[in-house]
């Protein structure tokens, strides 16, 4: 059974970084596209990035883009999420998600398993 556990939120100020890892476990990846999405209060779920396990291939929402890096740890079986620039609208609950497929996808309802989330909140 696929498991996958977020980590790394937290506040920080405008301007600020955090990073965020998913550790991922029950299975291999190899096939698999890792996501992340976001949610804020009141909000649509939101895709923000993905990266392609085998072969590197990375997708970015424009709202991130040049801010926000998606990579991942073969060893430690993690994807990470790098995000820089951090601005107030990134507030939001964070959650790693995976698709079963090579082919990027960019709505939640592409995406097979899912972590809990983890917190981020930015101050202005």
């Known amino acids: 059974q696929v498991q996958l556990v977020e980590s790394g939120g937290g506040l920080v100020q405008a301007g600020g970084s955090l990073r965020l890892s998913c550790a991922a476990s029950?299975?291999?990846?190899?096939?698999?596209?890792m996501g992340w999405f976001r949610q804020a209060p009141g909000k649509e779920r939101e895709f923000v990035a993905a990266?392609?396990?085998?072969?590197?291939?990375?997708y970015y929402a424009n709202s991130v883009k040049g801010r926000f890096t998606i990579s991942k740890d073969n060893a430690k079986n993690t994807v990470y999420l790098q995000m820089s620039s951090l601005k107030p609208e990134d507030t939001a609950v964070y959650r790693c998600?995976?698709?079963?497929?090579?082919?990027?996808?960019?709505?939640?309802?592409?995406?097979?398993?899912w972590g809990q989330g983890t917190q981020v909140t930015v101050s202005s």
């Open positions: 998600a995976a698709r079963n497929n090579v082919r990027p996808g960019a709505t939640w309802l592409e995406y097979d398993y």
């Open positions: 029950g299975r291999t990846f190899s096939s698999y596209t």
């Open positions: 990266i392609n396990w085998s072969t590197l291939g990375t």
